[in-house]
């Protein structure tokens, strides 16, 4: 598994204890082009030999049997073709939460968590808010706040069949109540009233596309990631439909959030306000309804 060798290669004796397997692996997904190739290739072993990382370097010096190997290399081999990280596991943490993710939908982010922050930072005084999540994909968001705010009655709406079908299992996964339905935003929104709409729809120009990481660009969906016009479907379609003193959140690209900022002000919403990301990065944009 190193740079010189292919990884369908069989490792030369002596060469596969669990360290020297991690090392190559390493070596592999460097020359590869992985920006964190030790933390990928810890959480790759430790997926296939079914053991927290922590645990690896306990049992460094341990030959892998064949079947191990086998599965170590296989999922090396994955991440090495910029299969995201995320979708190779099969699961990711979001919150406070163990998702299932492929390519079905969205890989969950962290400034997605800033977008749920501040969702529920507008539910804190309401008891059984009534929340609608659009473009819900994964279900992340919507489970999110229905973890984090037991009374919350939490809906999910996307348009993709594919993404609420992950989002269903998702649900069964977590135990969490979250009603999905499938609704085209571009149709305007469904009626609540609600005490929270809550988006992270696509953003992302059609023309920056091709310039995305591969790991994006060639994995995820692409009808989550860019549809002309979807923050500004979202915002307009919550006008009629938010109760009053309803808020909206939501989550839009670096350099969006003056105009999105401007759209709920003209759209008439008040105490709008922007937060940044992790990075320092404007990420979300919200306002409520007078």
């Known amino acids: ?24 692996s390493t070596e ?29 370097y306990m049992a460094i010096d341990r030959p892998l049997a064949p079947p191990e190997l086998a599965a170590a290399r296989a999922l090396v081999a994955r991440r090495a073709r910029h299969e995201p990280l995320q ?5 990711w943490g979001f919150r406070r939460l163990t998702l299932t993710v492929d390519r079905r939908a969205l890989i969950p982010r962290p400034e997605t968590e800033v977008l749920v922050e501040r969702a ?16 819900t994909g994964s279900g992340a968001i919507a ?27 998702n649900v069964a996964r977590t135990g969490l109540a979250v009603e999905l339905t499938r609704h085209d935003l571009f149709q305007g929104l469904p009626y609540g ?18 310039a995305l990481q591969p790991e994006v660009r060639d994995w995820e969906p692409h009808g989550a990631l860019s549809a002309e016009g979807a923050v500004e479907a979202v915002a307009r ?22 105009t999105t900022a401007a759209l709920l002000r003209e759209l008439g919403l008040v105490e709008v306000r922007v937060t940044s990301d992790l990075r320092g990065l404007g990420r979300v944009v919200e306002g409520r309804r007078p």
């Open 1 to 24: 598994m190193t740079s010189n060798r292919g990884v369908g290669t069989e490792l030369q004796p002596g060469s596969n204890t669990l360290g020297e397997v991690l090392r190559l």
């Open 28 to 56: 592999h997904l460097a020359a590869k082009g992985s920006e964190t190739p030790r933390l990928d290739a810890e959480r790759l072993l430790a997926k296939a030999l079914g053991l927290e990382r922590i645990e690896l």
């Open 87 to 91: 979708y190779v596991l099969g699961e």
């Open 120 to 135: 529920l930072a507008l539910l804190a005084e309401l008891h059984r808010p009534r929340v609608l999540d659009v473009g």
């Open 143 to 169: 489970l999110a706040i229905a973890d984090e705010h037991p009374g919350a009655v939490v809906t999910g709406v996307d348009i993709s069949t594919d993404a609420l079908g992950l989002a269903t299992e």
């Open 193 to 210: 009233p609600w005490d929270l709409i809550v988006s992270n729809p696509p953003y992302v120009d059609a023309a920056d596309l091709p």
């Open 237 to 258: 379609g919550s006008v009629d439909v938010l109760a009053p003193g309803g808020g909206l959140a939501l989550e839009v690209g670096a350099g969006q959030t003056g």
